[in-house]
């Protein structure tokens, strides 16, 4: 079982340079997830979404974008990087019925913006 | 709105000593508890949950949790630490009924020989 699978692993970008994470998960979760990890921040959340064709904004969606046309793919897309977006990203997936909402981690992607 | 407070950025502990690791929560309905790890250069790993069945929750590696509905706590512990207990911790909080996570800014451990 794959689990949640992040790529890239690691990425350097130029100011003003697009980009697209790619986040997949083979558990059937309804719920996914994009954070961002900062040290001595712990881990915010960007966006997130319930299921296929329903997104929404989390904690700091600034710069950002998501889509989610299937249960399996939750893409997070830089439109301009900005040197502040250099960070860890992590997606995590989840059921949505209580008492299920655990929450399980991609290993990352390292993003460096120059 | 959820919040933790996780109390010490970094914690050292000796070998085979008790490891300790604070977190206050805010929430205006009851909560459901997480404490999560995080190995160098690795994604997060659930260590317990609190769902609001027992109080004490016991979980991977050794670990266990204490729900203090007075005290607002969810305090982590391991009576004895082992060199690979070396790592982050983060403490996460949502309603009973939601999915999004609040986390804590997290509490490096290391483990002194």
């Known amino acids: 079982n794959a689990g949640v699978t992040q790529t890239p692993k690691f990425q350097v970008l130029k100011t003003g340079q697009s980009m697209t994470l790619q986040c997949a998960q083979d558990?059937?979760?309804?719920?996914m997830s994009w954070y961002r990890q900062d040290p001595g921040m712990g881990l915010r959340l960007i966006h997130y979404?319930?299921?296929?064709?329903?997104?929404d904004q989390g904690e700091v969606p600034n710069g950002y974008n998501v889509s989610r046309s299937t249960t399996e793919d939750f893409p997070l897309r830089l439109l301009s990087a900005a040197p502040s977006q250099t960070s860890v990203y992590f997606c995590a997936s989840s059921y949505t019925e209580t008492g299920k909402n655990i929450q399980y981690f991609g290993a990352g992607t390292r993003l460096s913006v120059l | 709105a959820q919040s933790v407070t996780q109390l010490g950025s970094h914690v050292s502990v000796s070998e085979g000593a008790l490891v300790l690791l604070r977190c206050n929560y805010s929430?205006?309905?009851?909560?459901?508890l997480f404490w999560y790890v995080q190995y160098p250069n690795q994604g997060l790993q659930l260590l317990l949950k609190y769902t609001s069945a027992a109080t004490l929750v016991k979980g991977i590696n050794g670990f266990e949790a204490e729900f203090k509905k007075s005290e607002t706590s969810f305090h982590l512990t391991k009576p004895s630490a082992h060199m690979s207990d070396a790592a982050e911790y983060f403490c996460a909080v949502s309603d009973q009924n939601d999915y999004k996570l609040s986390f804590g800014a997290g509490t490096t451990v290391t483990v002194r020989a």
């Open positions: 929430s205006s309905v009851p909560p459901y």
């Open positions: 979404s319930v299921g296929a064709g329903i997104t």
């Open positions: 558990m059937n979760h309804e719920y």
